[in-house]
């Protein structure tokens, strides 16, 4: 798996007090598992340091879920989970419920205007657009704005989030262990009670988003680009974000769709870490989540990225800071050598004594950062294996690339060292340590193995797969991954003042 989570079976044994992975029996029973009716999975590990709880809802559906043409609907959850549901964020949910309907049959009205084939009637289109803004405007005003996170965090709630990824979307914060049941409420409630409430509003924050992050970023640009180069049949090369035209386009009804095919309990699990006692708050825990509706476990992607057989390229001239990438397909976190990924981006990249930093920005001086990393965009399917450096003034992406490849060709000739195998070996139990000891951390963990593999166990078996990766494993990995044809590169290359740029 990526880099951040294999080590998480000795921090889990140290965290918990224990000696290390033969101590699994005794960490057990520390942790509490329970399947309800409606599929849905609860995870409780008792950690009773403090009178705090920290937790994590694992939903198993990110952006690369999102139905062709669509792109951008997961990550309007991110934002709705916020919003409330029938009965917090309404001053009346009766008559909410109305105005709502209302507002998606005047946007209906309006798109359908604006996309007729025939042409849209300007005037009719200014007509249906204020209709549109209208009821958006009565809509609203049965809202209650920001109740939802006003009560959590009235309440001791820190680190109120979501963040949506490709392969996952997640829930999180921390609270004090007295307000448990009210937690259970909220977060319950806003997976089986969601409310379209403000949906449009939300839309043009994400497209509002998407001109920062990408739009309006040469870098963000590029990153685009690249995927959709490497890409041509996987969902890996979609925009993140989503398209603008589509993101523009998706409804609240499209939305509610997705929500009943992949928030379901079946496609959740639910990591509560801190001074809980397992016993005691099962059955209150069970009557929340069990509101949660049953559903089948959606289908996997069955979309298979074929194989690269030619080397791909993106140039983008730019007035800005000059940036290199390239990226090698590699297979999803449950290939054998997944583990002998992270050594490599390890040796290559973590520090000032990595290969890439001694060679480029160290001896050379040719640039101000240079790393590799693993598995990018995701991590759940095959993705990439990525390179990337910023050049210093004077110098340019060939000089980048060239650099790059001259340190890959020193890893597919010689063995590494055994010191930089060893210090790859004991950085990650160190990291784990550091990134795991919190409560969060550790709900974060628990829930991803539990939707990942199945069983939170599988945390003790990676260590085992590390500590296996050898020298030979190294060079065997590199050899068969980093070739030209399945190489795919994308450079900026600065452009001086006053011409005009763009993608090649």
Known sequence: MA?????????????????????LKSFEQRITTKVLPNGLTLLICERPEAPVFSYVTFVDAGDVNDPSGDSGLAHMFEHLAFKGTTEIGTKDYAAEKVALEKVEAANDAFEAERLNPLGANPEKLKELAAKFKAAQDEAHTFVIPNQFTEVAERNGAAGLNAETGLDETLFFWSMPENRLELWAWLESGRLADVVPREFYA??????????????????????????????????????????????????????MDFHKKYYVGSNLVVAVVGDVKAQEVMPMLEKYFSRVPAGPKPEEMTTVEPKQFAEKTVAIKEQTQPFYIEGYHRPSYRDPDDAVYDAIADIMSNGRVSRMYRSLVRDQQIAAEAQGFSPYPGDKFPGLFAFYAVPLPGHSPAEMRDAIHKEIE?????????????????????????????????????????????????????????????????????????????????????EAAGKAGGAQ
């Open 3 to 23: 880099f951040r989570h294999w080590m998480a079976g000795l921090a889990l044994a140290a965290v918990c007090g224990l000696a290390g992975a033969q101590d």
């Open 202 to 255: 939300e839309r043009n924050v994400v497209m509002e988003e998407r001109r920062m992050r990408t739009d309006s970023d040469p870098i963000g640009r590029l990153l685009e680009q690249f995927l959709a180069t490497a890409y041509v049949a996987h969902p890996y090369g979609r925009s993140s974000i989503g398209w603008p035209s589509e993101v523009s386009q998706i409804t609240a009804t499209e939305a």
């Open 410 to 494: 020193k890893l597919k000739a010689t063995d590494v060292s055994d010191d930089e195998l060893k210090m790859f070996k004991t950085r990650a139990r160190a990291d784990l340590l550091r990134g795991l000891a919190d409560n969060q951390g550790l709900a974060n963990a628990l829930a991803e193995y539990q939707t990942r593999y199945g069983d939170w166990r599988e945390l003790f078996k990676q260590l085992d797969k590390v500590d296996k990766v050898t020298k030979a494993d190294i060079r065997r990995v590199a050899s068969e991954v980093f070739v030209a044809s399945n190489r795919t590169s994308a450079w900026i290359e600065t």
